[in-house]
């Protein structure tokens, strides 16, 4: 379990505020690609428990169903992101801002999809290791589901881990219909080295 300490108040708003400006980079690279106004969410941090898992994603107010990929990342932190694009996505209008034929094939929506995934994932974690001033590293997004909720897809996994902390910011793009959904996810032992690094920059700071 955690302990008290994990939770002080200087240790939430440091966190919040590196997760805030990787995520708003994430929405500017999309903003990039598709020549069209993103709007964030205000990120939210969650510590779950797995036992609480289905409790925890309902109040997060996740899509019900959706195309569901992940991208992990390794190096001074290690973790993983969970991309959704929700169910209902304009997908020919969003492929044809990103630069695709106008008529969209199955392989085409998955490709555009994970190169979504790619650019939004991405740029969180590059702008994650520019805050935190780490090394990561990261590899291609993979497709998990066409078509589930993030508690279906990750209830079939074997997770081995108790307690994890979640990250997570909604992006929404009026003109064409999308919103997406971008959370990072961090099981405990490897959350202990996010609080490590964020107490020697509030040590700095002060």
Not at 16 to 26: D, E
Not at 86 to 95: P, T
Not at 144 to 154: C, E, F, I
Request: glycine share 6%.
């Amino acid at each position: 379990m955690f302990i008290d300490d994990d939770h002080d108040s200087d240790r939430q708003e440091a966190i919040q505020s590196v997760l805030t400006s990787a995520m708003g980079r994430a929405a500017c690279s999309l903003e990039k690609v598709i020549d069209s106004n993103v709007e964030p969410s205000v990120p939210s941090v969650h510590w779950v428990n797995k036992n609480n898992l289905q409790e925890t994603l309902l109040k997060i107010n996740l899509p019900q169903r959706s195309i569901v990929m992940r991208q992990s990342f390794r190096g001074h932190l290690r973790g993983e992101m969970i991309i959704l694009l929700e169910e209902g996505a304009k997908h020919y209008q969003l492929g044809n801002v990103m630069g695709y034929e106008e008529k969209m094939t199955a392989l085409n929506i998955q490709e555009l999809t994970l190169e979504l995934a790619n650019i939004l994932a991405g740029a969180c974690i590059s702008g994650l290791s520019e805050q935190l001033q780490i090394k990561l590293n990261f590899g291609s997004p993979s497709l998990l589901s066409s078509r589930a909720s993030v508690y279906d897809v990750l209830a079939k996994r074997n997770l081995h881990w108790t307690d994890a902390l979640f990250m997570d910011v909604g992006y929404n793009v009026s003109s064409i219909g999308m919103k997406a959904h971008l959370m990072l996810c961090m099981i405990e032992q490897d959350s202990h080295e996010l609080y490590r690094i964020i107490d020697l920059q509030l040590e700095n700071d002060g």
